[in-house]
């Protein structure tokens, strides 16, 4: 592995489980057993490192989100496979996601947390022109931001013990009974 990746790779946990502000580049560089100039010289400052480990999750979010244009959430079975993709997001980019929800406090100082609240509100944006009702609405949203905060919760909640692919249809079964769907997917296997 090379000494950017494994300093993303470590930047990515760090900033994930002690937070963006309670971690220094120096940190970073015990951790990698690299110099600090070294960290400084694949990035330039914290926040291009946040930029930098947040960019595949955020890529991958964007297109999950832009998916939405060609596949309105108008119908059940949209809304039931986004739940699918979403839930496989969540466990793909488990560590981003934990950054992205516990500093929407920072989007003003760092362009990937930016973008990153642009994304769902892009997402929020499409659910709402759906045409369900606020209940409805509301259900998904919970559904969503559950799923999303069990993920990122997982050390207090005890679902890091569980392997990704035990995980992936237990969470899936979750949020698909979270938002009703789960009749609409038995009715569409039958």
Do not use: N
């Not at 946990?13 to 002690?18: G, V």
């Not at 057993?33 to 291009?48: G, P, T």
């Amino acid at each position: 592995m090379s000494a950017h990746d494994l300093i993303e790779r470590i930047a990515l946990e760090r900033f994930a489980l002690r937070g963006i502000e309670a971690t220094t580049i120096q940190d970073i560089a015990d951790s990698a057993e690299v110099s600090k100039a070294s960290v400084l010289y694949h990035f330039s400052s914290k926040e291009h490192l946040v930029d930098s480990v947040l960019e595949h999750a955020l890529t991958d979010l964007e297109s999950l989100v832009s998916s939405l244009t060609s596949t309105p959430l108008d119908s059940a079975e949209a809304r039931s496979e986004f739940l699918d993709r979403f839930v496989d997001f969540l466990i793909t980019h488990r560590l981003a996601s934990h950054i992205v929800v516990s500093h929407p406090y920072l989007s003003d100082q760092i362009h990937s947390l930016r973008r990153a609240s642009a994304l769902m509100g892009a997402l929020a944006e499409h659910l709402s022109q759906a045409g369900l009702a606020e209940y409805e609405r509301l259900r998904f949203g919970v559904a969503v931001s559950g799923a999303t905060y069990a993920l990122v919760s997982a050390g207090q909640l005890g679902v890091e013990r569980v392997p990704d692919d035990q995980l992936r249809p237990l969470l899936t079964s979750v949020v698909q009974d979270m938002t009703g769907l789960t009749s609409v997917r038995e009715q569409v296997a039958l």
